[in-house]
Nanobody, 120 residues
């Protein structure tokens, strides 16, 4: 099993920045994706950004050019730098990892979520 602990959410004005961090309880092979999803009230959970080995990154179109995802395999962490925030970025942000668990195969794991609110 993998536990994911997020930090860094909060309230920010439009145009501001926030940095989210997530720490995994054990080593995640670099080939396995880590990243972030978000869920706004009344909407489905959606991909924000993921990163895999070699620095391959995948972003939602709505955040391209504003958000940057990165990971530190030595520290088992993934971060999301969010710039030029908009009110529509308001959501609960969830850390995500897909990795192999003995006896279970490849599984998705989620953090508890951290609230990001963009408002003036």
């Amino acid at each position: 099993q993998v536990q994911l602990v997020e930090s860094g959410g909060g309230l920010v004005q439009p145009g501001g920045s926030l940095r989210l961090s997530c720490a995994a309880s054990r080593s995640i092979p670099s080939i396995n994706p880590m990243g972030w999803y978000r869920q706004a009230p009344g909407k489905q959970r959606e991909l924000v950004a993921t990163v895999t080995s070699g620095g391959s990154r995948n972003y939602a179109d709505s955040v391209k050019g504003r958000f940057t995802v990165s990971r530190d395999n030595g520290k088992n962490t993934v971060t999301l730098q969010m710039n030029s925030l908009r009110p529509e970025d308001t959501a609960v942000y969830y850390c995500y990892v897909n990795t192999f668990v003995i006896g279970l195969g490849y599984r998705d794991f989620w953090g508890q979520g951290t609230q990001v609110t963009v408002s003036s």
